[in-house]
C-alpha cells in the first residue's frame, strides 16, 4: 500500500507551483534490451512531495534544534510513517533526471527486476501485534530507473574518519568499483587524512585499478583522524574541487559531521550529495543490524580468548584476562564470549560489577579456581568505570570528545593479584590486550560481502538524487536512513533479554545485579524502544 503524502501548507494553494515535483509523473518511455519484460517498472523514483516536518527537541533550546535536522516524515493509514531522506529535488527543484546506465549494462541483464520500486520501504520493527500500529519505515535502498546526475558530470570524493576497523579499504575499493562499473563515473577522489584532508588539499586519485587489492589489506589507504571539522572549509573545499558526490565513511560523530556539510551544501543550493557509510568495530550505531567489520572484530577476539584459555590452562590456578573493545557498549565482548564457550566470566559497561562480598567477582574467581582450576575473564575497556572513577577524572578527551578511560584489564588484574596475594594464594595471571590487533585486521567473508552491498547502496542512492542520509541493514534489507536516527542514541547490549540471559548460561557467572539494577535496565530498554518505535522528538512516529 503506497503512503498518503505528507501534509504540506503549501497543499492548500488550489495552484501549486509547477517545477514542484508531482506526486503522480506521467509515464517515461526509457529504452532498455528488456523493455518486453512486463516486470520492469516504467515511473520515475521522485520524492513523494517537497513537505518537511520539523523535528522538535524536548527542551526546545535554540542550539538542540539546530544540533537535530528536520525530518522529513510521510503518514499513511494504520499507524505507518516513512522517515524519508533529503532529495537534491526538495531544494532545487528544476533538475532534470537521466536514464539509469545500469540497464544497459551487460552484467546485470540476467537480473530480474533491474530497479526497486519507488514505493518500496523498510520496516524498523519486524515483530508487529495484531491491531498494533505498522510503525516506521525506511526508504529501501538500490537502484532507480532515473538518475540525477549523468556519469560524466560526477566528480566523487570518499573520505575515512575516526578509527580503524576492519572492511574500511573493502568499502572504499567497492564505492570505487560501483561508480565505475556500474554507472561509468571516472571522476573519484580519495580524502586523504580524514576531513582535515578537504582544507589541506591532500588528495589521490582513485580508480579500479589503483583500489583492486586493497580489501586484503587492514586499515584505510586514505588515512583516517579524529576531529578536524570545519564545516565552511569543507563546504569550501567541495565547492571549489567541483566535488557534487560525499560518501563519508565513519562512526556517529563523522556521520553528525556529514549531516552538518549537507545543511550547509543545501543552504548553499548546491547540486551535491552527501552520503554515509556508517562505521563503528563497538556495533554501537542503533537502527541497523550491525556495523560492518564487527563479525571480522568478533572472530579475531576469539583468537585472544584461546590464547588465554591454553595459557591459564597451563598453569596452577591460572587465570586467563583479555581486554576486548567496547567503550560504552560491550557487544563484541558479549558476541565474542557465546562464540567461544571457554569464558567464565564476561564484563561489559552495561552490566555494573564489584569486587568484593558475597556474590563479588572475587568470590567468584574463588570459586572457579577451587572447582576448575583455571578460568578466563573477558572484559570490555569500558566497564567497571564507576569502581575507577576517581582516577578516570583525570584523563581528558580525546579529539572525538570521546572520554579517554583508563585501562580495565591492568586495573583488575592489579586488583586481583593483590587480592589473591592478602590471602597468600598464589596464581598465574596473564593479561591480553589484543585491540589495536583486532582493529588493524583485514575483513573477513561475511564482513566482505556485507561491505560490498552497503558501498553499491550508497552509490545508487547518491545517483538517484538522495543526500544527507547513511545506509544501513534494517531487517536483513538494506535502506536509506537520516543521519539523525543514527546520531540521536547509542545502541546497547540490553541485559534484560535473552542473548544476555544465554550468555549468563554459558559461563556460569552471577550476575552481579541488584533488583534496583534489574529494574533501572528494564525501564532503559522500554525508554530504548518507545524512542525506536516513535520518539517524543518525532511525534507523528
Not at 280 to 288: A, E, K, L, S
Not at 333 to 345: E, G, I, K, N
Not at 487 to 505: F, G, P
Amino acid at each position: 500500500m503506497a503512503p498518503s503524502p505528507p501534509i504540506d501548507a503549501a497543499a492548500a494553494d488550489p495552484d501549486p507551483p509547477p517545477s514542484r515535483p508531482t506526486d503522480a509523473p506521467a509515464p517515461i518511455t526509457v529504452p532498455s534490451p528488456r523493455a518486453h519484460l512486463h516486470h520492469l517498472l516504467d515511473r520515475r523514483d521522485t520524492p513523494r512531495g517537497t513537505a518537511w516536518e520539523p523535528v522538535r527537541a524536548m527542551d526546545g533550546t535554540a542550539a538542540a534544534l539546530a544540533a537535530k535536522p528536520e525530518a522529513k516524515l510521510v503518514a499513511g493509514e494504520a499507524g505507518y510513517v516513512l522517515e524519508d531522506v533529503p532529495h537534491v529535488s526538495d531544494y532545487l527543484p528544476d533538475l532534470p533526471t537521466y536514464p539509469n546506465p545500469l540497464q544497459d549494462n551487460p552484467a546485470y541483464s540476467v537480473v530480474k527486476q533491474y530497479f526497486v520500486d519507488p514505493d518500496d520501504t523498510v520496516c524498523q520493527k519486524i515483530v508487529v501485534h495484531k491491531g498494533g500500529s505498522r510503525g516506521n519505515h525506511f526508504r529501501r535502498a538500490g537502484p532507480r530507473q532515473r538518475v540525477y546526475f549523468e556519469s560524466d558530470e560526477v566528480h566523487a570524493c570518499i573520505v575515512t574518519c575516526g578509527g580503524l576497523c576492519p572492511g574500511l579499504n573493502t568499502v572504499i575499493r567497492e564505492i570505487v568499483c560501483g561508480l565505475s562499473d556500474m554507472y561509468g563515473v571516472t571522476k573519484i577522489l580519495g580524502i586523504q587524512g580524514g576531513y582535515r584532508g578537504f582544507y589541506a588539499r591532500n588528495t589521490i586519485n582513485l580508480t579500479p585499478k589503483s583500489v583492486n587489492d586493497i580489501h586484503k589489506r587492514g586499515g584505510t589507504i586514505l588515512g583516517s583522524s579524529r576531529g578536524g571539522h570545519d564545516t565552511m572549509k569543507i563546504v569550501d573545499s567541495i565547492q571549489y574541487r567541483g566535488i557534487n558526490q560525499v560518501y563519508v565513511i565513519g562512526g556517529d560523530g563523522s556521520q553528525r559531521g556529514a549531516g552538518v556539510i549537507f545543511e550547509e551544501v543545501r543552504k548553499r543550493g548546491l547540486k551535491v550529495a552527501v552520503a554515509g557509510i556508517p562505521k563503528t568495530i563497538d556495533n554501537d550505531i542503533p537502527v541497523i543490524d550491525k556495523s560492518f567489520g564487527f563479525d571480522s572484530a568478533v572472530e579475531e577476539a576469539q583468537r585472544a580468548i584461546n590464547a588465554a584459555h591454553v595459557e591459564a590452562g597451563s598453569a596452577e590456578n591460572g587465570i586467563g584476562l583479555v581486554k576486548l573493545m567496547g567503550r560504552y557498549s560491550g557487544f563484541i565482548a558479549h558476541y565474542a564470549t557465546l562464540a567461544s564457550r571457554d569464558v567464565d566470566c564476561c564484563l561489559i559497561p552495561e552490566s555494573p560489577f564489584y569486587l568484593e562480598g558475597e556474590g563479588g567477582l572475587f568470590r567468584y574467581i574463588e570459586k572457579r579456581l577451587k572447582d576448575n582450576g583455571h578460568m578466563v575473564i573477558v572484559v570490555a575497556e569500558g566497564a567497571g568505570q564507576k569502581l575507577i572513577a576517581e582516577n578516570m577524572k583525570a584523563m581528558g578527551q580525546d579529539a572525538s570528545g570521546n572520554a579517554l578511560l583508563l585501562d580495565v584489564g591492568l586495573w583488575l588484574s592489579q586488583k586481583i593479584n593483590e587480592h589473591f596475594k592478602k590471602n597468600k594464594t598464589t596464581i598465574n595471571l596473564k593479561y591480553i590486550d589484543p585491540t589495536y590487533m583486532i582493529r588493524a585486521i583485514p575483513s573477513n567473508a561475511s564482513d566482505n560481502v556485507y561491505c560490498t552491498l552497503l558501498a553499491h547502496s550508497v552509490v545508487h542512492g547518491a545517483m538517484a538524487g538522495y543526500t544527507g542520509f547513511t545506509v544501513g541493514q534494517v531487517n536483513g534489507r538494506h535502506c536509506y536512513i537520516p543521519f539523525y536516527r543514527i546520531t540521536e542514541k547509542q545502541n546497547k547490549v540490553s541485559i534484560t533479554d535473552r542473548m544476555w540471559a544465554r550468555l549468563l548460561s554459558s559461563t556460569n557467572q552471577p550476575s552481579f545485579l541488584s533488583k534496583q539494577d534489574v529494574e533501572e535496565a528494564k525501564m532503559e530498554d522500554e525508554r530504548t524502544a518507545k524512542l525506536l518505535d516513535g520518539s517524543p522528538s518525532n511525534p507523528k512516529a
